[in-house]
């Protein structure tokens, strides 16, 4: 079992750039792929990005591609979600998810392990 704790959220401007951490606990972080995830006010929760358990293959869902970027530290047990160029539309609660796989995944369902979230807004 993973516990997962995010961090890095925050108040930004349009245009501004936050980059959110995702803990994990455990000895065998590596055993596991990482997706974020988020959910704005009022809406249902959407795939950002994913992460393969080495770090080696990556996906990002449309609308943060060119400007998010996933990567791991399997030394530090942390996934990193670097975003940049950010928009009020980014405004969100960002989970971090994980699952005992090789590939990460968009699909939220496919994820056993989730954190409690943390939250971005970026002001117009």
């Known amino acids: 079992q ?11 401007q349009a245009g501004g750039s936050l980059r959110l951490a995702c803990a994990a606990s455990g000895r065998t972080f590596s055993s596991y792929a990482i997706g974020w995830f988020r959910q704005g006010p009022g809406k249902e929760r959407e795939s950002v990005a994913a992460i393969s358990r080495s770090g080696g293959n990556t996906e990002y869902a449309d609308s943060v591609k060119g400007r998010f970027t ?29 699952r005992v796989s090789v590939f990460g995944s968009l699909i939220h369902g496919s994820y056993d392990y989730w954190g409690q979230g943390t939250q971005v807004t970026v002001s117009s």
């Open 2 to 12: 993973v516990q997962l704790v995010e961090s890095g959220g925050g108040l930004v």
């Open 70 to 98: 996933i990567s791991r530290d399997n030394a530090k047990n942390t996934v990193y979600l670097q975003m940049n160029s950010l928009k009020p539309e980014d405004t969100a609660v960002y989970y971090c998810a994980a």
